[in-house]
């Protein structure tokens, strides 16, 4: 599909445009912003956060938790991956697919899952403490251990997906190769096997660690007061300390793209793609009853551990609001809490709200990407590095920057200054929703693009077809199961937003999530949990449609 | 009148020029073969035709007529891609329907056009599976049905054999071979495969490095090549240097590097040659005899150095008189053949020698 000159320059000026003003200048504004007091320049703000020991301590404890987000994500990940994708064992099929159920879980959902579960009057820890008869509850999970508890159980999946398709990527002709080379299973290993699987590993860390300084929703329920970087930008906002907030911002936002140009570099260079074609990896069957039923023992106890969250929010759903005190499990069940939802106009709204906004925001992203993506293909067009890296950039921002960019840059209109007052509209929160997902749609539609053979256009235009019947009995419907796929996924993680939504929320036009929140903070656990199901259930269902055209990038990220 | 025209067709990429004032004129009903290595502008010589692409110079005419204004959908050529492009989402009948469909044809008429081009490649049976099912023979002959549906005026085939096994290509090679000449209709063929091109075309337009070389039929490019590139292209050969020294009645006298003359009869229209003046001389390995007969030349006596079984032929390696010399003999089970290190003699007929033009 080359490009005639025309139609590439009547694409590429609006896709340039949107980029540079809804995702590039709204940072730009923020750093300027930071930059200036009373239109002059000042270090100042830069100098009150360096010299603030809570700033620093909030950057410092957003380092840690990171690291070792990482850090308890491969522990976990990693292993599981090798025993699902190198071993053969009744049941593996189920475990395999099973160990990805953390995705399911929106931010939010997932948090207040934990908290129901493991929090101090959860589930879990209640009934320990009856069990072993304690006076006090067996142990306390809040401030850092609960926030890295989350975020191992959510982003060890990173790990465990990319080291699983580089396993099942991974030419077994190599490990026969080493092998009959005379290296033993243990060099092999080591001097193989592992460094094949480097790449995967290094992605999968700088993912976790991009996500988990993004996580906001782990620290402003679990924290329990933790300072982090992204919840400090929420609250310097609300404590109207907006200059501190623009340098938390920036301060964020930097480390953030760090670690977006490494990962970006680190995949750019392509290292151990593999070479020939060779042989697809054999599953080792493991041997002796002991051992396959130990495993199967183990998997049916790893999968009851991961879909705790999932029951929980399921059991509380039932519950009746106001019941549950101070007993391990509520005492009173009923299924109003779902009946409510859709009968009460005041519980109905916030699914409506955003089901609207979520939809604009994802018609918005599959019109743009299907331009975007289409010249993302374009081999000899101009710029194609700088619209990548642009339509990328949202991905690397926080939740919480986003909102802030926005609330920044639109909070008044001012046409000279490319600013439109959408601060308080019902506008901002499908803009935001737009912004972050644009890089899911983008690489979504760009991947179908590129599946497709470029000579089937071609065909099509011999045979008769003009430009435009070509694109329509042709191109759009070869590349609506990738467009569906990233659009829908678009669609479930905006239906159930949470980071910027919490910061420019309009009260006329609150989402879901947000309402989840209020639910909660009223003690109506089983309206807030059924909420939660409803979200969960709409997750699964675009997994179980469109999953096969999703690869493990697209995942929801971003606790 | 020629059915298609080509006049210094040129298409530049930045710096490159795949296809560099390319002149040609294809008669109805021919098929002509574009030969040559990859690279060599073959494949951007059918686009331009096709209207993928656009001239950066040159002009192209069918029956007279400038086509380069039309656009592809326009210009009515059926196209059979290398990677014969069909339409997954569709199945056998829909691919091959959907040129008529996009043309607006529909019902009966539409139908019986399509059922026509299913017979003509033996797919009947195959229409409503989707095409992805099918083998690689097969998705090849529904990519000739869909270009042959549309009844186009002239057929472009872009290397549509070579994403086949070697056994199945010659089967199909000769189906299409029947096809295209059954329907009668101008064909311009794409290949790198020098066999292919002797056997599906009427003439082949050899291209090398996006310039054209030669024209011709297919023994035409064989023995008489018009440069050495064609010569070291086309088949086997020996290509040695000789001088003239006179020339004796009809015949013009050369001398080989070891000093054995070779006497050889004169073409007509053969320009005078001026003694001394070096010249390249082709000879092909399976011309070389290592018996003499009438008319022989004598090439002298040459060591076996290597031999190679090659069930029809033997091929051998052998030097003499400063000379490497390929030969080939046909195999025998009542013939041994040489040995490496056995000590010939050669010959070859006067009439097997090609001198190349300066």
């Known amino acids: 599909m080359s490009v005639t000159r025309k139609s590439a320059l009547l694409l590429t000026l609006p896709v340039f445009g949107l980029l540079l003003w809804l995702v590039l200048y709204p940072n730009l504004f923020v750093l300027w912003k930071s930059l200036v007091s009373d239109d002059r320049f000042t270090l100042a703000h830069y100098a009150a956060f360096f010299s603030s020991p809570s700033q620093v301590e909030a950057l410092g404890n957003s380092l840690f938790i990171s690291l070792g987000s990482v850090l308890l994500s491969a522990l976990i990940g990693v292993p599981l991956a090798f025993l699902f994708h190198r071993f053969d064992f009744p049941g593996r099929r189920i475990f395999a697919a099973l160990a990805s159920l953390p995705v399911l879980l929106p931010p939010l959902v997932g948090v207040i899952a934990f908290l129901f579960l493991y929090g101090e009057s959860g589930i879990l820890t209640r009934g320990l403490q009856m069990l072993l008869g304690l006076s006090e509850p067996p142990f306390s999970l809040r401030g850092i251990p609960a ?24 030419d077994e002709s190599l490990r026969e190769a080493s092998l009959s080379l005379g290296a033993s299973r243990t060099r092999t290993f080591l001097r193989v096997t592992l460094p094949v699987l480097t790449p995967a590993m290094v992605g999968a860390a700088l993912l976790t660690f991009m996500t988990s300084m993004a996580s906001f929703s782990a620290p402003y329920i679990f924290g329990g007061g933790v300072r982090v970087l992204s919840l400090q930008i929420y609250n310097s906002k609300l ?14 936002t930097l480390v953030s793209l760090l670690f977006l140009v490494l990962l970006q570099r680190y995949e750019a260079t392509g290292r151990y793609r593999s070479v020939g074609k060779g042989a697809s990896p054999s599953l080792r069957p ?34 009746q609001d106001g019941a549950w005190t101070t007993q391990i499990l509520p005492p009173r069940y009923t299924a109003a809490n779902y009946g409510r939802l859709l009968a009460d106009d005041s519980f109905l709204e916030p699914i409506l709200n955003s089901l609207k906004m979520a939809t604009l925001a994802t018609a918005a992203n599959l019109a743009f990407a299907l331009a975007g993506g289409w010249l993302l293909i374009q081999g000899k067009l101009r710029g194609r590095r700088l619209l990548s890296a642009l339509t990328l950039l949202p991905w690397a921002l926080p939740g919480t920057v986003v909102a802030l960019n926005l609330a920044t840059t639109f909070s008044v209109s001012d046409p000279l200054q490319a600013r439109v007052l959408l601060v308080g ?15 899911l749609v983008v690489r979504a539609v760009q991947a179908g693009f590129e599946q497709l053979d470029p000579n089937l256009h071609w065909a099509a235009r011999s045979l008769g077809a003009s430009w435009f019947y070509s694109l329509r009995r042709i191109l759009l419907p070869l590349l ?30 609150r989402p879901i999530s947000v309402e989840i929140l209020s639910q909660l903070r009223q003690f109506n656990f089983g309206s807030a949990a059924a909420y939660g199901v409803l979200l969960i259930l709409m997750i699964a269902a675009v997994f179980l449609l469109f999953g096969r055209y999703l690869d493990e990038r697209h995942r929801p990220a971003g606790q | 009148m020629a059915h298609l025209e080509l006049h210094g067709l040129t298409r530049r990429f930045e710096e490159l020029t795949a296809l560099d004032r390319l002149s040609l004129e294809v008669a109805p009903g021919e098929i002509l073969t574009l030969l040559g290595p990859s690279g060599c502008g073959k494949t951007t010589a059918i686009r331009l035709i096709a209207g993928f692409l656009k001239p950066t110079a040159g002009r192209i005419l069918v029956n007279g007529r400038d086509i380069g204004p039309i656009p592809p959908e326009k210009r009515n050529m059926g196209m059979v891609f290398q990677s014969y492009a069909l339409f997954p989402h569709l199945n056998v009948f829909e691919n091959v329907a959907f040129g008529l469909r996009a043309r607006g044809i529909a019902g009966r008429a539409a139908r019986s056009k399509v059922e026509r081009a299913l017979d003509l490649v033996e797919l009947a049976p195959h229409r409503n599976r989707p095409v992805f099912e099918l083998s690689g023979g097969e998705q ?21 054999l070579s994403n086949l096994d070697a056994s199945l290509r010659e089967q199909t090679r000769a189906q299409l071979d029947r096809l295209i000449r059954t329907l009668g209709i101008t064909a311009i063929f794409v290949t790198h495969d020098q066999e292919e091109a002797f056997a599906l075309s009427d003439r082949i337009a050899l291209l090398w490095e996006g310039a054209l070389q030669q024209v011709g039929a297919a023994d035409q490019l064989y023995f008489q090549p018009a440069n050495e590139r064609v010569a070291r292209f086309v ?8 001088t003239f020294r006179e020339y004796s009645r009809d015949r013009g006298i050369f001398s080989l590097p070891s000093g054995a003359l070779l006497r050889l009869p004169r073409a007509a229209g053969d320009g005078e040659l001026r003694r001394g003046v070096r010249r390249r001389m082709l000879l092909r390995p399976e011309n070389v005899t290592f018996v003499p007969a009438d008319d022989s030349l004598a090439l002298g006596p040459a060591r076996v150095l290597s031999r190679r079984f090659a069930g029809a032929g033997t091929e051998y390696l052998l030097e003499g008189g400063g000379l490497r010399v390929l030969a080939s003999r046909t195999n025998s089970p009542a013939a041994a053949g040489y040995r490496v290190g056995d000590e010939v003699e050669l010959y070859c007929s006067s009439r097997a020698v090609y001198v190349l033009p300066g």
């Open chain 1, 147 to 170: 926030i890295l508890w989350v975020h191992a159980y959510t982003m060890y999946v990173y790990f465990y997906l990319f080291v699983s398709a580089a396993l099942k990527r991974l």
């Open chain 2, 235 to 242: 088949g086997k050969s020996n290509l040695w240097e000789v």
């Open chain 1, 425 to 439: 509209t019902f506008w901002i929160l499908p803009l935001a929703y737009f912004i972050r997902n644009i890089p």
């Open chain 1, 239 to 252: 404590n109207g300390d907006l200059e501190m907030a623009l340098v938390e911002t920036v301060v964020l």
């Open chain 2, 140 to 160: 090849q002959r529904v990519a000739v049905a869909r270009a042959v549906a549309i009844e186009p005026q002239i057929l472009l085939l872009d290397e549509p």
């Open chain 1, 286 to 319: 493991l041997r002796g009853k002991g051992l396959r039923l130990a495993m199967a023992v183990v998997g049916i106890a790893a999968v009851f551990f991961l879909l705790l969250p999932h029951l929980t929010l399921v059991l509380i759903s039932f519950s």
């Open chain 1, 480 to 509: 609506l199961p990738a467009a569906a796929a990233g659009s829908m996924l678009a669609f479930v993680t905006a239906l159930g937003e949470f980071v910027s939504s919490i910061v420019i929320y309009t009260v006329d036009s």
